[in-house]
């Protein structure tokens, strides 16, 4: 099931014409709204992840004085509407890199079950309030 939290893909960085988490929001038919909620639903649960952990309140904890995380914040440069996207690439390099690797088994599968629910959630909201479609803009879209 990993393979369903964007977070765990490859090629999330550099080199692709496309980043993960818009072609993810984009195959949800996420709205900006909801890509601000499904941010915030991992935000929150790794805030609280670091904040209960000794060791990366000390080194990481500092990161979550500010909402959104990251080197993005508050930044839209001339990516517009993609600033969610631009977010979770922060937010998900501190969830694979540091917060993925200190789960066991089974804290790992529950998450996943909670990610898998939640995402349903959102689909069902993105149903009443879709998100406008994408334009044609030809094999290589920037995000």
């Known amino acids: 099931m990993a393979g369903h939290l964007p977070f765990l893909g490859r090629g999330l960085r550099y080199g692709n014409a496309r980043n993960v988490y818009e072609a993810f929001f984009e195959g949800h038919a996420l709205n900006e709204a909801l890509q601000e909620k499904y941010y915030k639903w991992w935000y929150d649960w790794a805030r609280d992840f670091v904040l209960n952990d000794p060791d990366l309140r000390v080194t990481k904890g500092i990161l979550f004085n500010d909402y959104p995380l990251g080197h993005h914040p508050h930044h839209d440069f001339h990516l517009k509407n993609k600033r969610w996207?631009?977010?979770?690439?922060?937010?998900?390099?501190?969830?694979?890199?540091?917060?993925?690797?200190?789960?066991?088994?089974?804290?790992?599968?529950k998450l996943e079950k909670a990610h898998e629910a939640f995402l349903h959630e959102l689909e069902a909201e993105a149903k009443a309030n879709p998100r406008p479609p994408a334009p044609e803009v030809g094999y290589f879209r920037h995000t």
């Not at 996207?85 to 599968?109: C, F, H, S």
């Open 85 to 109: 996207a631009l977010y979770m690439m922060d937010l998900g390099d501190l969830l694979r890199d540091v917060i993925w690797p200190k789960l066991n088994d089974e804290t790992r599968q």
